[in-house]
């Protein structure tokens, strides 16, 4: 998988490209908490060229919400392809992650 | 559709599930699946395969895992054996529906994920072995 990381004012976004598995989950992981432990309170996560994601994934973007949250940062998910949305729903996490259409949606939310 | 089954085998580490994706992948297209169904087999496939991967082995061997697919009249069979620790994951209760990300807990997120995807779902100790048969129907898909 590949993650690529670019910065807007003070919104740290990153654009997921492939699997978000339990073997690729991980370095998701450290990337987005360098930046939430680097001050990053505005993050958005990409999910336009993401086209699988398991529970491990989920896991990643779970923890991550909460520890903005607890920062009182905002994280905002946009731009999902239907599989990859349907697993969130199935999940139950579409009722309480805030996910977007499209990145123009995600980046007005700050 | 013809009973063809097809078999394969992944060791016991998580770079497999690139080739576990390609596997299904190539079995999808051969017995014309819809990309829909394909990711879900898929989802139901890589939740249990990381479970036996984390929890299922208590050294640092490697180990194989067996995956059987069994198209049959109007539901695809999907069989998954592994020789590690006795593991029934229908003994676990479906995690209540987290209404905030502050009350939502990730156990057993896999396994209700799994039960979501599939129509039947049973469990066999056998040999030493942990054998999981999963079974979807086929007769509401348009492939």
Do not use: W
């Amino acid at each position: 998988m590949e993650i690529i990381e670019e910065k807007q004012s003070d919104i740290n976004i990153f654009k997921l490209n492939g699997r978000l598995d339990s073997n690729t989950s991980q370095g998701f992981e450290q990337k987005i908490f360098q930046a939430i432990t680097d001050g990053s309170k505005h993050v958005i996560v990409d999910f336009k060229d993401l086209d699988y994601i398991s529970s491990a994934g989920l896991r990643v973007i779970l923890k991550a919400t909460k520890a903005i949250k607890r920062e009182d940062g905002q994280i905002m998910l946009c731009a999902m392809q239907d599989y990859v949305k349907e697993v969130f729903e199935i999940a139950g996490f579409d009722s309480f992650l805030p996910i977007v259409a499209t990145m123009d949606d995600a980046l007005k939310s700050f | 559709m013809a009973k063809k089954e097809f078999s394969f085998e992944l060791k016991s580490s998580l770079s497999e599930l690139d080739n576990l994706c390609e596997k299904l992948e190539d079995f999808g297209q051969k017995i014309g699946l819809s990309k829909k169904l394909i990711f879900e087999i898929n989802l139901a496939l890589d939740e249990l395969f990381t479970n036996i991967i984390s929890y299922g082995f208590g050294d640092e061997e490697e180990h194989i895992i067996k995956v059987t697919l069994t198209p049959q009249k109007e539901e695809l069979c999907l069989c998954i054996e592994d020789d590690g620790t006795p593991f029934n994951p229908t003994d676990f209760a479906a995690p209540d529906v987290a209404a905030s990300v502050e009350n939502c807990k990730i156990g057993g997120l896999g396994i209700h994920i799994i039960r979501k995807l599939m129509d039947e779902i049973c469990y066999q100790r056998c040999d030493g072995k942990n054998i999981l048969t999963l079974k979807k129907n086929l007769s509401n898909e348009a492939s």
